[in-house]
């Protein structure tokens, strides 16, 4: 199949630009719901994969042992923007077994946010690895290696036991292989995997439903879930679709951005996974698509939820001083199967 247009960015009366990519939405017994485009098409999920990645510290006990709390938890499936709970969060994960943030190797990295990369100049600062957005998830993977009586050294590396451990969990919960033959290297330097959008979709699904996981499996989903759901300020940050969207649809939703235009969602009241790629890697229109889809399967029946969606589903596109002159919005071959699945859900 080919993909689809997904988004349209437009300027005035005219389609100025065109995003194209595909979709997928399943059901946690690998039924697809919706497919759009080419989903069989092989995508590096990147930071999408965290909570799967954050599975094992929950359910060999690890997170116990710790005392990890639920904002620690969603840390460890976070994509942040570097801010003060960020870094502060990401410390006291490392402290947790004795370490700090020279133990990291996710490398270095200013904050997200202008104004906290001006208040680290005006402090004499320097970017730092505890400022990375996945400093969070690496600070549970230094935790994990540690209580695992691995040496944290290292822990990066794709034949390291704990990257060995993660892969065959993420495996396990996708359906597809994740070894060195569809191996690459992620932003922060961990192995990434190159897998279809349907394998995506359906780990999703069964994070969301517990299908296909035995039982500490399927606690340890829901755990991280709900972990996320109840501080979502700690899975992005300020003015960020997946810290938005969490806050507004609560313990409906569990949405993770990554990196190259990937998005993905575990629906848990309808046992629903969705997985999305905009093929040309732009954040801005992997959120659109996504609102579209959040906007159909779960709707808008508040003013705060129908607000997270109208801004990125129908997101302005402003000149110099502040005049809207277009909008970021869901074109017709995205919007038209959806206004069709609203009316089946």
């Avoid at 990375?132 to 036991?161: L, Q, R, T």
């Avoid at 499996?217 to 979502?232: E, I, K, N």
């Avoid at 129908?306 to 129908?314: C, I, K, M, Q, S």
């Amino acid at each position: 199949m080919q993909d689809i247009a997904l988004v349209e960015v437009t300027r005035g009366p005219a389609v100025e630009s065109l995003h194209h990519g595909a979709l997928v939405v399943m059901d946690g017994e690998g039924r697809t719901v919706l497919a759009l485009g080419d989903v069989e098409r092989v995508l590096f999920p990147r930071s999408c994969v965290k909570i799967l990645q954050a599975l094992p510290l929950v359910e060999s006990g690890i997170a116990d042992k710790l005392g990890l709390s639920p904002s620690e938890l969603c840390l460890c499936c976070a994509s942040h923007n570097g801010e003060e709970r960020h870094r502060a969060g990401a410390l006291s994960l490392l402290r947790k077994v004795g370490l700090g943030e020279d133990d990291l190797e996710c490398g270095t990295q200013w904050p997200a946010r202008e104004a906290d990369v001006a208040a680290l100049h005006r402090a004499g600062d320097k970017p730092g690895r505890i400022y990375n957005n996945c400093s969070g998830k690496h600070a549970g993977f230094v935790c994990m290696a540690c209580e695992s009586g691995w040496d944290p050294k290292g822990y990066s590396g794709i034949d390291h036991p704990l990257q060995q451990r993660l892969a065959r969990v993420m495996s396990e919960v996708t359906g597809a292989p994740h070894d060195a033959r569809n191996a690459a290297i992620d932003g922060c330097s961990i192995p990434t995997y190159a897998i279809a959008l349907t394998a995506l979709a359906r780990g999703f699904a069964r994070i969301a439903s517990g299908s296909g996981l035995d039982a500490t499996r399927s606690a340890a989903a829901r755990r991280l879930m709900a972990a996320c759901q109840s501080d979502p300020f700690m899975i992005a940050g300020t003015e960020r679709f997946c810290t938005r969207a969490m806050e507004a649809y609560g313990d409906r939703i569990f949405v993770k951005t990554g990196a190259e235009g990937v998005f993905c969602a575990a629906l848990p009241t309808l046992g629903l996974g969705v997985a999305l790629k905009a093929r040309d890697g732009t954040t801005r229109a992997a959120e659109a698509a996504m609102a579209g889809v959040i906007a159909a399967l779960l709707g808008a029946s508040t003013p705060q939820e129908a607000a997270v969606l109208d801004n990125f589903r129908n997101a302005p596109v402003t000149d110099r001083t502040g005049v809207r002159a277009g909008t970021i919005a869901l074109a017709p071959d995205l919007a038209r199967p959806l206004e069709a699945l609203s009316r089946l859900s």
